[in-house]
């Protein structure tokens, strides 16, 4: 079984710009999570999706978007990238995203530069 | 506070154990996990918790749960260099829409031979 897929695995875009990533999970998930990784914040939740609906939201700004297909694959978008941007982006699957049981499953990451 | 606490960092000589230690702040938090990250990697799920249980032996990995002092801990037995990583505390925190995982910000963990 496929594990977790993250395109692109690199990127770099300069202030100003807009970016989406992408990811497709695990056959049969139908929870995407999507964190945001930083040396001096550590991991942060952004936002999660399930049967194509935003279930759950951090404390990201509005510039952070994203949406889930029928098919479960999620993108993200950064609008008006800022240099603080920069990052590792995470998504993460889970079979239903049960309330008391996430069992989250990852990706490797899109490392995002910001120049 | 808000945060899961973990120490930073942690060395170990191979072939000792190590204990990982953590801190978290749901006392309604119904899962506890340990992941793994690799250089270049995302996170890998290692082993998880109930809060209704003390602990869980999985082979080499040891998790204890104090619910009273809201404290969890990993411990490795046996440590190989190829245990090297980071290592984060994840705790499940309900809220009105669903459920988000909050991490601590990782103790890495360096294993000499």
């Known amino acids: 079984k496929a594990g977790v897929t993250q395109t692109p695995r690199y990127l770099i875009k300069t202030r100003g710009q807009q970016v989406t990533l992408s990811c497709s999970p695990i056959?049969?998930?139908?929870?995407v999570s999507w964190y945001q990784q930083t040396p001096g914040q550590g991991l942060q939740f952004l936002f999660e999706?399930?049967?194509?609906?935003?279930?759950n939201k951090g404390n990201f700004p509005g510039r952070f978007s994203g949406r889930q297909f029928s098919n479960s694959r999620s993108e993200m978008n950064v609008s008006t990238l800022e240099l603080g941007d920069s990052a590792l982006y995470l998504c993460?699957?889970?079979?239903?995203?049960?309330?008391?049981?996430?069992?989250?499953?990852f990706g490797s990451g899109t490392q995002l530069s910001v120049l | 506070g808000e945060d899961v606490e973990q120490s930073l960092f942690l060395s170990v000589r191979e072939g000792d154990s190590s204990v990982i230690n953590c801190t978290y702040t749901?006392?309604?938090?119904?899962?506890l996990y340990w992941y793994k990250q690799e250089p270049g990697a995302g996170l890998q799920l290692l082993t998880y918790?109930?809060?209704?249980?003390d602990m869980k032996q999985d082979q080499r990995l040891t998790v204890l749960l104090n619910k009273k002092d809201k404290h969890l801990s990993l411990r490795i037995a046996d440590t190989q260099t190829g245990d090297s990583a980071i290592y984060f505390c994840?705790?499940?925190?309900?809220?009105?829409?669903?459920?988000?995982?909050?991490f601590g910000k990782g103790t890495t963990l360096s294993v000499s031979s």
């Open positions: 993460a699957s889970s079979l239903a995203g049960s309330p008391t049981n996430e069992k989250l499953f």
């Open positions: 056959s049969g998930h139908r929870s």
């Open positions: 999706y399930f049967s194509e609906t935003q279930r």
């Open positions: 749901d006392s309604s938090s119904t899962y």
């Open positions: 918790i109930f809060s209704n249980m």
């Open positions: 994840a705790e499940s925190r309900p809220n009105q829409a669903g459920t988000a995982l909050i």
